[in-house]
């Protein structure tokens, strides 16, 4: 069954620290994965996106995900958080190819909440 | 930057009435999807459209549920006799290539 799932339901951090939220994906065949942030009260925004190539990638905000492939995750990372970054943040996963309707499965998602 | 738009941003309805959500997809977009959240659960896929039909749906879009682009703007989601566990906040989405960018949602709460 097609499914994604992460690790941390509500994670608290102090500014500067650093951040890793797990995500982790079931899904046959060729897959696009995508980090959304949903600040509150506004409207999921893409962060980052992996469709092919360089496994590292880099998104807005200094945030920035790595495909591991054998391991099925897609684990988001920012060095230092800073207080504007506290959202809810949701990894998603759809199927590459042209004929993929593009439906994305979501994970339950992950509360940041990060203290000044 | 474009924006995909939604109304109303918040619905109260009573069980068994019908409700219309409305969507702006982004204007040169051609696929469109409706997504919901439970209060609490995860965001669940509904249905995809494209080329003015439906080329996808989950098992939550049965019978009670249907879309429409009437007008090559808008997109609709029309729930046609609410049930207290349609209560959720609806998304709608549209992408040209892969990406796909999300609206701000609208707030159902069925009594």
């Known amino acids: 069954a097609q499914s994604v799932s992460q690790h941390n339901h509500h994670v608290i951090l102090s500014e500067a620290a650093s951040l890793e939220l797990g995500c982790n994906y079931s899904y046959g065949g060729t897959v696009n994965l995508f980090w959304y942030v949903q600040y509150p009260g506004q409207h999921l925004q893409l962060l980052l996106k992996y469709f092919s190539g360089d496994p590292l990638v880099k998104g807005i905000k200094g945030f920035e995900a790595e495909f591991i492939k054998s391991k099925f995750s897609f684990n988001l990372r920012k060095p230092s958080v800073q207080w504007s970054d506290t959202a809810e943040y949701f990894c998603?996963?759809?199927?590459?190819?042209?004929?993929?309707?593009?439906?994305?499965?979501f994970g339950q998602g992950t509360t940041l909440q990060v203290k000044p | 930057e474009p924006e995909v738009t939604q109304t109303p941003s918040h619905q109260v309805t009573q069980m068994g009435q019908e409700v219309i959500l409305r969507c702006v997809p982004i204007?040169?977009?051609?696929?469109f999807y409706w997504y919901r959240q439970i209060l609490g659960q995860k965001v669940e896929f509904l249905v995809s459209f494209y080329n003015n039909e439906i080329s996808e749906k989950s098992e939550i879009f049965d019978d009670q549920f249907s879309v429409e682009r009437p007008d090559g703007s808008n997109f609709t989601l029309k729930i046609r006799s609410t049930k207290l566990e349609d209560s959720a906040m609806y998304f709608c989405?549209?992408?040209?290539?892969?990406?796909?960018?999300f609206g701000p949602g609208t707030r159902l709460l069925v009594l």
């Open positions: 998603a996963v759809n199927g590459g190819g042209s004929s993929n309707t593009g439906k994305l499965i």
């Open positions: 989405a549209s992408h040209l290539v892969e990406t796909q960018y």
């Open positions: 204007s040169n977009h051609l696929y």
